[in-house]
């Protein structure tokens, strides 16, 4: 028997298609999609399926956990693993259609040994010192006899435009360009792609903007939200004036008032740091937090005139631009933090 959730995530399919195809109009080359961390919260499986209806081909997940979720025998789309290739993913690597990205000689070494004809991509480091062989060891003949699709790298400071890494990165990355080692070469994530068109080359691969994140202000015109928070009410109570709500006693009522508890908390990714910044939503009126977040509940003020009962559902405000600036987390935190217990329900809105 199906039982109903009182919490749900309304995710706007359209707006996640339109998203993707506004981002591949800008790019120079082609766009992909970065669906690690399980879609960045949102169902990596779904978000797939309608990003391919929308016309992206190429994925990319950062482990081969995550694509052992998504694998299949889809021959027209191709699926990259970020994080490259241990001796523990080989029984199953070897068996599947999923690239490994390529991230060190020891890695190249192992898919020589056992897969040298097949379709690899592989990771250079431009300057963020994180994942990928160096410039020198990409040049030193390493890659000779691989079959590569892509040469990534990652830029570290996409989103400000006037960071002299970026400049520095993108001058490495063209020397590798150069060399013609591989079929396509990418480099620009979301906020790469609003650099300028000298970081596109050919495969672009954004995340953040595909779900409605905004990597750059310039952005905002471009990309819509995907994601929407609801909550249903678990009891509507009225609490006399100087009365403290929820841990700490941080809220107290300046007058009588009506409350709301809302079925929704720091383990869904409804961070503490909302406490007196906040609000959730009914028939479009504003009801602000009133005391802490709690791990499965919030307290909003009911406006005098607003009527609301026990069932009744709100929506909680998680505009990811305004979010972070209200709370000092990244929107990659925000997104990725969303948990477990949501109803997802995908609509064209």
Sequence with gaps: MQISSPLRLELDKSALMANWQSLNRITAGHCGAAIKANGYGLGAERVRHYLAQAGCRDFFVSSWDEARLLDSSEKDFSLSVLHGLREDDLGYALNSSVKPVLCSPAMIARWKAHAPNRPCDVMVDTGMNRLGLSMEEAGSGLLDGLSIDNILSHLACADEADHPL????????????ARKQAKRYSLANSAGIFLSKDYHFDLARPGLALYGGLPVPQSKDILKPVVAIAAQAIQVREVSA???IGYGACFVTPKKMRVAILHVGYADGYWR???EKGHARKDGVICPLAGRVSMDMITVALPDALTAQEGDW????FDLPSASQQTGLSQYELLTGL????QSVWQAI
């Design 166 to 177: 970026n400049q520095k990165q993108l001058e490495r990355f063209r020397i590798l360009a």
């Design 314 to 317: 709100f929506s909680v405000d």
């Design 339 to 342: 948990g477990h217990r949501y």
């Design 242 to 244: 100087g009365e403290a």
């Design 273 to 275: 740091a909302f406490f």
